[in-house]
């Protein structure tokens, strides 16, 4: 409001000094001719003027042609008998007297406005406003008093632990004598850590209204200009608007913008962003103590950080916000879901099983998803069905129903996925098949989803084997069906070599090689990310491993052959499936195995002596293939295998076996 006032009384200034300027040099007047003295004399004597009016040194008059006219005349002592005498009428008026303050004003004006014009623009420098010479040094922080956050902790889910770290800050920040009187220090600086997505800004916000406490906001970004000295000059007015405003927080998002390790740039030790972490070092922790003044931090590059800015006394604490396990994502879809008109019996669980790895902003996204799909087919509330087409949507792509495929390639197409699946379903110590399409989305032409069953932080040696194994599903139902192979599995080829090098190289799971780690990657932190790895084996190991990567990739080639070989007139049931639906799920797959194959109970129920292939084996028991296996219905994990490999650019959405 007070902006607004501002500017009304600026214009209302404005529109009267022009109403003003208009009355004073354009007053009106009329179509009066100007007259000379003797014209008048003549025009008096010869009887061509009937009336006048005189005002002042000035006479208006009307001739007998009827036009007016205006002269002005001296001091003269004839002119009004020589009117008389000549039958003029006269009248007489009382001159114009002019203010003297309106002649001041007049006088003054130009030199009033030039310096009311300059003042305003040297304040506006001074005080910060947009593009002014003076503003480059002031912080560009925004300030919100206190209560106007009204974000707190009930708005944050899924990082309970990280909230609970936080909360001797909110105390604090509320009762400082509470740890001060013991002798203690409070954290000066948080750092909070974590993927992108997961709920660092909304946090700090949530501290900010919990304590009740003004709360200042700014990017890393926001401090460096190409202008030397600028951000050095910004940190110390932030900090020093901070102490204004204490006790309060002083939220630095994306502090990697300006904390990056020193000694990497460009320029060394007169490089401009080194500055400003100097000045951001002195003033977090140097000789002028900053009491009551709390820094939180957020980033999802900690290691590229400068290590004297997360030592104690500046960072005390980091804080690691995490991607939210099952109930974090329930919970944070509750939040979202009573934002909108969801229906009744949605049932958060399901979807929260189904999205594993997905990040707060990414379930925010989900929701805002099925809302605009049910929008658009004109539903008043959303559903179930629609928050698993926007799961679907986002996992996988959009689909292309409307792209035109021939038939053979569409036939190639779900052979390719039911190679996939079919693998992916006989293997034991696998992820369990979520759904399998050929119906293009995004630009793949088909692909294979899997879920894992429990959430997973470590892989075994059998696990990604037969991961590998998956990838070339696909390749060998081609090759086995058609008798050719495609370029459809380009994308699969190197993820399974990617996969099979990380084995031998990283994680030391070649037995020819040993438990041993081979080349070491070079960082570049200015850049902020791997640019080379640097060789530190001879030539001779460099052969060993490429042959290691080659038995591993071979090894899983021939393993899936002969599985689909023994297996041949399911693939091609599973591909009929696929070509009738266009998408089948885990229990049609478990459908048309149980028919084409009965397990041994149902053998015996029909009387037949001939045993069935036995169920899958759990995790660590024998890898052989196996044809049937028990229909699980928990798909709950935080990966998800999805097969991009058929389309021309494939769509990774991410590491799907790891």
């Not at 916000?205 to 401090?223: L, N, Q, Y």
């Not at 009491?291 to 005390?316: K, S, W």
């Not at 119906?439 to 069953?453: D, F, K, N």
């Amino acid at each position: 409001m007070n902006t607004f006032y501002k500017n009304l009384s600026m214009w209302l200034v404005i529109g009267l000094t022009m109403i003003l300027l208009f009355n004073l040099f354009n007053k009106p007047q009329g179509q009066q001719t100007a007259m000379t003295y003797s014209e008048f004399w003549s025009s008096v004597e010869n009887g061509a003027i009937n009336k006048v009016t005189i005002q002042g040194e000035k006479i208006y008059g009307i001739g007998s042609n009827g036009r007016p006219f205006v002269t002005v005349v001296p001091p003269d002592l004839e002119l009004i008998p020589m009117l008389r005498k000549s039958g003029v009428d006269i009248t007489v008026k009382e001159p114009e007297r002019e203010s003297l303050w309106m002649s001041i004003f007049i006088s003054w004006f130009p030199m009033l406005l030039l310096i009311g014009v300059w003042i305003f623009f040297m304040r506006q420098m001074q005080m910060g406003g947009k593009g002014g010479a003076l503003s480059f040094g002031k912080t560009r922080a925004k300030l919100q008093g206190e209560g106007e956050v009204n974000v707190t902790f009930k708005d944050v889910a899924g990082i309970d632990e990280a909230k609970e770290e936080l909360e001797e800050i909110i105390d604090f920040l509320r009762d400082p004598q509470k740890f001060t009187k013991l002798g203690g220090r409070i954290p000066k600086g948080v750092l909070l850590a974590g993927p992108p997505g997961t709920g660092k800004t909304l946090l700090a916000k949530a501290i900010a209204g919990e304590a009740g406490v003004p709360f200042f906001t700014i990017s890393g970004s926001d401090f460096v200009e190409m202008f030397v000295g600028v951000g050095a000059s910004r940190v110390r007015d932030l900090f020093n608007q901070g102490k204004k405003h204490a006790p309060c927080i002083i939220f630095i998002d994306e502090i990697d913008a300006v904390g990056r390790h020193r000694g990497a740039g460009l320029g060394g030790g007169h490089d401009e962003r080194e500055q400003t972490l100097n000045q951001l070092l002195v003033e977090m922790d140097g000789f002028e103590a900053n009491e009551g003044v709390i820094i939180i931090a957020a980033t999802n590059r900690p290691d590229v950080l400068d290590p004297a800015l997360l030592r104690p006394g500046r960072f005390d604490r980091q804080v690691v916000v995490p991607i939210p396990d099952i109930k974090g994502r329930e919970k944070i879809l509750e939040i979202y879901g009573r934002k909108t008109k969801m229906a009744a019996n949605v049932d958060f669980a399901v979807i929260a099983r189904g999205t594993p790895g997905f990040s707060g902003a990414d379930l925010e996204n989900l929701i805002n998803e099925a809302a605009l799909m049910a929008a658009r087919a004109g539903e008043e509330e959303i559903t179930l069905e629609r928050l698993e087409q926007a799961k679907d949507k986002i996992m996988m792509g959009a689909e292309r129903k409307s792209m035109i495929i021939s038939e053979k390639e569409k036939e190639v197409t779900a052979y390719h996925e039911a190679g996939h699946a079919l693998v992916a379903r006989l293997l034991p110590d696998t992820d369990p098949i979520h759904k399998v399409t050929i119906i293009p989305r995004g630009r793949a032409l088909g692909l294979t989803m899997q879920l894992p069953l429990d959430e997973k932080y470590t892989h075994s040696k059998k696990y990604l084997l037969n991961s590998i194994a998956i990838l070339f599903g696909g390749r060998m139902a081609e090759k086995l069906v058609f008798d050719e192979i495609t370029t459809g599995a380009g994308n699969d080829l190197e993820r399974a070599t990617e996969l099979a090098r990380k084995m031998v190289c990283e994680w030391g799971m070649s037995d020819e090689l040993g438990p041993l780690t081979y080349g070491k990657k070079e960082e570049q932190i200015f850049l902020g990310r791997e640019i080379a790895q640097h060789r530190d084996y001879s030539e001779s190991t460099a052969q060993k491993i490429d042959d290691a990567v080659k038995k591993i990739i071979l090894d899983a080639s021939s393993k899936v052959e002969l599985l689909l070989q023994e297996n041949l007139d399911i693939l091609k049931a599973v591909a009929r499936e696929l070509l009738e639906k266009e998408t089948i799920i885990l229990e049609d797959i478990d459908r048309i195995i149980n028919e084409m194959r009965p397990s041994e109970e149902q053998m015996s129920e029909s009387g037949t002596e001939e045993p069935g292939p036995q169920p899958a084996q759990p995790s660590g028991e024998s890898a052989e293939p196996v044809q049937t296996a028990e229909v699980r219905e928990d798909r709950e994990s935080e990966d998800s295998e999805q097969d991009t490999s058929r389309g021309e650019e494939p769509r990774i959405t991410g590491d799907a076996t790891v």
